[in-house]
């Protein structure tokens, strides 16, 4: 199962299959860096409990580890009682986990014991996906990462964008040099086109200094032009240029400055909409839309919330011994919920869930989605007025 589940998660990394080698003393497979694709730069030597005694204890496995120049250790055990336990030792570097007796017959996307395993194990700039779409968009994202063509992410607010932008940056060879994101509508239209291009001092009242503008910041890498549907059309034109001259004038200046940039642009419009409606540039449009890519609601993934869900729990637990474990009810709700708010709405779930949460354990109880908020606020209330109008009486 182990397997099964890296080949998903890392499906977008551009794996094409993973080998393992049998370990002497116990029937436990583990990476054979001669044969494996999973990328070097994040390497993880796993056994089983049982495997670890066998061979020796902590020792033994620590030297397995360091012959294997693996970075990061971990050992996974089962518990009869179906508890759920993680804890670190060597700084951070051996992680013990002991899974419930139920995670060896949940199917993978649903297991978030898996999942959390994958989610330690994997460095901080993969994204972690299950869904057979998800798979197949990443897998794309990645051929685009290979190439310099400029990229058009459309979907739902929510629902990846920016993270789908970066993953592409990281897989590129643009990944040693910034990302740069912006989003067209948080800035005003009178500044963003100093911000994006730049200004010379004294371009404009209150330009004290010279700034070289986020193009020029970005020059070798990568920028994103978040949410471009919103930017004025004035200032579309002077994009279209420097998206086909690779030049940028800074305000107050009359020199043109080459600019090296993958550019990146996402939406959550209807762009040809937008513009029939005359508020977006067609040429602009086609300009930007070289290669397009489109995320999906979480409604219609949802072999990725619990993969999402072991990253965002994992993000927001302060220590690795305080990560909750999500039951099997709460784990039904959340695949059941509709998402309206997609990611963000989930992410704002589980934080809620780790305040509500005791135990170690994440229940259905403890998931408070948006619409029960208000309904659980007024029942808590008014229980409240009761017991105290009896406690008087």
Not at 87 to 101: A, D, F, H, V, W
Not at 310 to 324: G, K, N, Q
Not at 343 to 352: A, C, D, G, I, M
Request: with cysteine; hydrophobic share 40%.
């Amino acid at each position: 199962m182990l397997v099964d589940i890296f080949k998903m998660r890392m499906a977008e990394a551009g794996i094409r299959g993973s080998g393992t080698t049998k370990q002497s003393g116990g029937d436990e497979t583990v990476p054979d860096r001669a044969k494996t694709d999973i990328p070097q730069l994040y390497d993880v030597f796993l056994c089983s409990a049982e495997f670890a005694e066998l061979a020796g204890g902590t020792t033994a496995i620590v030297e397995i580890a360091r012959g294997m120049k693996a970075k990061k250790l971990m050992v996974i055990g089962h518990d009869d009682s179906d508890q759920f336990f993680v804890s670190q030792e060597m700084n951070g570097k051996l992680i013990r986990i002991t899974m419930p007796k139920v995670a060896q017959t949940t199917e993978i996307p649903k297991n978030y014991s898996l999942q959390l395993i994958a989610t330690l194990c994997l460095d901080n700039e993969h994204v972690a996906v299950s869904d057979p779409n998800s798979q197949r968009l990443m897998l794309l994202a990645n051929r685009v990462a290979m190439t310099d063509v400029t990229a058009f992410i459309n979907g739902p607010t929510g629902t990846g964008k920016e993270v789908l932008a970066k993953f592409i940056h990281n897989q590129s060879n643009r990944k040693e040099n910034a990302f740069v994101a912006i989003n067209c509508a948080a800035i005003p239209e009178n500044m963003l086109e100093a911000i994006l291009f730049g200004h010379e001092k004294g371009a404009f009242t209150g330009a004290s200094t010279a700034n070289k503008g986020i193009f020029r910041a970005a020059d070798g890498g990568t920028l994103l032009l978040d949410e471009i549907s919103e930017m004025p059309l004035s200032l579309q034109a002077k994009l279209l240029r420097v998206l086909q001259e690779r030049k940028v004038t800074p305000l107050g200046s009359q020199r043109e400055i080459d600019v090296d940039v993958r550019v990146i642009a996402t939406t959550n419009r209807d762009m040809l909409s937008t513009i029939s409606e005359g508020k977006f540039r067609e040429d602009l449009f086609y300009r930007l839309n070289v290669f397009p890519l489109t995320t999906q609601h979480l409604a219609h993934r949802t072999d990725d919330i619990i993969p999402i869900s072991s990253i965002l729990l994992a993000r927001h637990s302060s220590v690795l011994e305080d990560l909750p474990f999500i039951d099997d009810e709460a784990a039904e709700i959340l695949l059941s919920y509709s998402w309206p708010g997609n990611v963000r709405e989930l992410e704002n779930v589980l934080q809620r869930a780790i305040v509500l949460s005791s135990g170690g354990k994440i229940r259905a109880g403890d998931i408070m989605v948006d619409g029960t908020i208000q309904e659980r606020i007024s029942t808590s209330v008014s229980s409240e007025m009761h017991l105290t109008k009896s406690a008087s009486v």
